[in-house]
Nanobody, 123 residues
Framework: QAQLVESGGGLVQAGDSLRLSCAASGRTITYNAMGWYRQAPGKEREFVGN????????YYADSVKGRFTISRDSAKSTIYLQMNNLKPEDTGVYYC????????????????WGQGTQVTVSS
């Protein structure tokens, strides 16, 4: 089973940037993709974006397209979420996950989650 550790969250102002990291360890060999989800207070967890290990295909939620970018470092089994022009509605706990494949709007076959990192954007 893979272990995922997120980092990089914090409190920022609207318009600022943050970069989140998610490092995977353990049995990562069977996982072909990773992704980011977020959960705002009182709301369900929602898809943010994903990336495939092979080919680096990425998909993003419409709400973050053009502002967020996911990248990966295969050698480190780490993915990053670069968040620019942050808005108060981006506030929430951000979780990374490992899965089987990327799909538009979701990560297929999620097999594990990180503990989450808090992002708070003040207006």
């Amino acid at each position: 089973q893979a272990q995922l550790v997120e980092s990089g969250g914090g409190l920022v102002q609207a318009g600022d940037s943050l970069r989140l990291s998610c490092a995977a360890s353990g049995r990562t060999i069977t996982y072909n993709a990773m992704g980011w989800y977020r959960q705002a207070p009182g709301k369900e967890r929602e898809f943010v974006g994903n990336v495939a290990w092979t080919g680096a295909t990425t998909y993003y939620a419409d709400s973050v397209k053009g502002r967020f970018t996911i990248s990966r470092d295969s050698a480190k089994s780490t993915i990053y979420l670069q968040m620019n022009n942050l808005k108060p509605e981006d506030t929430g706990v951000y979780y990374c996950a490992v899965g089987i494949a990327v799909l538009p709007g979701s990560l297929s076959g999620i097999l594990g989650w990180g503990q989450g990192t808090q992002v708070t954007v003040s207006s």
